[in-house]
């Protein structure tokens, strides 16, 4: 059963620009970007109760995964909300990316995130994916980077980017802008997506996806992630010289929450049916 999260909100019971739900029975918490009538962009105040979610996920024990999905139709989100100022400090060595605020990553929040994407996709909201550790999008979907079209240096997004897609993939959208736009079986064949749906399935699927990983040990998983998402900073054998620490680590605490008992139920986990893919 899902029940909102409320946290540390200026409207007295929730956020105003996403919406978040935990379902305690599959250990899956929800974040839902909520400014549909302006494309889900995100402003400052979006940014900061990301923020805000992601510490507070980060430490709520029910949640062992989370899916991140969008409200309406028309798009995920299409990025920075250009009407509205993101108000950076007049001295430019104080500004900031907005794009650390968005990131479960930066938070250090190691619980792995499930990215549900219909419509729109492009410029900021690329940070989204970017972060995520499985991306699927419905039928509907289409990405591009807007930015060179604009008159913007694409410096940011396509950092990431690059890990998900190669060099060349994220060149060719950087510097193609709105001229070409990335669909649901390019973006598959490419990697940019594990999965395609139809847009009626998309949350259905991200949350059934979440709610397998859930069922995993939690330390288990959240080490994976960890290990994997920090390997991409360090050189090949010092990431495995660390990725052998969290193994020492993690796999006795993770072996032990496998015989734990599952919540309420008094039985041991239950193995899952194999999805063939």
């Given at each position: 059963m899902?029940?909102?999260?409320?946290?540390?909100s200026t409207?007295?019971?929730?956020?105003?620009?996403?919406?978040?739900e935990?379902?305690?029975?599959?250990?899956?918490?929800?974040?839902t970007?909520?400014?549909?009538?302006?494309?889900?962009?995100?402003?400052?105040?979006?940014?900061?109760?990301?923020?805000r979610?992601?510490?507070?996920?980060?430490?709520?024990?029910?949640?062992?995964?989370?899916?991140?999905?969008?409200?309406?139709?028309?798009?995920?989100?299409?990025?920075?909300?250009?009407?509205?100022?993101?108000?950076?400090?007049?001295?430019?060595w104080?500004?900031?990316?907005?794009?650390?605020?968005?990131?479960?990553?930066?938070?250090?929040?190691?619980k792995?995130v499930?990215?549900?994407?219909?419509?729109?996709?492009?410029?900021?909201?690329?940070?989204?994916?970017?972060?995520?550790?499985?991306?699927?999008?419905?039928?509907?979907?289409?990405?591009?980077d807007?930015?060179?079209?604009?008159?913007?240096?694409?410096?940011?997004e396509?950092?990431?980017?690059?890990?998900?897609?190669?060099?060349?993939?994220?060149?060719?959208m950087a510097?193609?802008?709105?001229?070409?736009?990335?669909?649901?079986?390019?973006?598959?064949?490419?990697?940019?997506?594990?999965?395609?749906?139809?847009?009626?399935?998309?949350?259905?699927?991200?949350?059934?996806?979440?709610?397998?990983?859930?069922?995993?040990?939690?330390?288990?998983?959240?080490?994976?992630?960890?290990?994997?998402?920090?390997?991409l900073?360090?050189?090949?054998?010092?990431?495995?010289?660390?990725?052998?620490?969290?193994?020492?680590?993690?796999?006795?605490?993770?072996?032990?929450?496998?015989?734990?008992?599952?919540?309420?139920?008094?039985a041991?986990?239950?193995?899952?049916?194999?999805?063939?893919?």
């Amino acid at each position: 059963m899902a029940v909102p999260m409320n946290v540390g909100s200026t409207n007295g019971g929730g956020f105003e620009t996403i919406l978040v739900e935990v379902d305690a029975d599959d250990h899956v918490a929800t974040i839902t970007l909520n400014r549909p009538d302006q494309l889900n962009t995100f402003n400052r105040t979006m940014c900061q109760e990301l923020q805000r979610a992601w510490h507070t996920i980060k430490f709520d024990d029910r949640v062992h995964a989370v899916v991140l999905r969008a409200a309406g139709d028309r798009a995920f989100s299409a990025g920075l909300d250009v009407k509205s100022s993101y108000g950076q400090p007049d001295n430019i060595w104080n500004h900031e990316d907005p794009g650390e605020l968005l990131s479960p990553k930066w938070q250090k929040m190691w619980k792995p995130v499930v990215c549900a994407v219909q419509g729109l996709c492009t410029a900021g909201a690329l940070y989204f994916v970017n972060e995520s550790d499985v991306v699927i999008c419905s039928t509907a979907a289409t990405f591009f980077d807007s930015h060179v079209t604009a008159g913007l240096v694409s410096a940011l997004e396509p950092v990431g980017l690059m890990r998900r897609i190669g060099l060349g993939e994220t060149l060719r959208m950087a510097l193609m802008g709105n001229d070409e736009r990335v669909g649901p079986d390019t973006a598959l064949r490419i990697g940019l997506v594990s999965e395609i749906t139809g847009p009626d399935e998309l949350w259905d699927r991200a949350h059934e996806i979440a709610a397998s990983i859930a069922d995993k040990p939690p330390t288990a998983t959240q080490g994976t992630v960890k290990a994997i998402w920090e390997s991409l900073d360090k050189p090949y054998r010092a990431a495995m010289d660390q990725g052998l620490i969290y193994t020492r680590l993690g796999n006795p605490i993770a072996k032990a929450e496998l015989t734990t008992p599952a919540p309420g139920t008094g039985a041991s986990r239950p193995s899952a049916t194999p999805r063939i893919r």
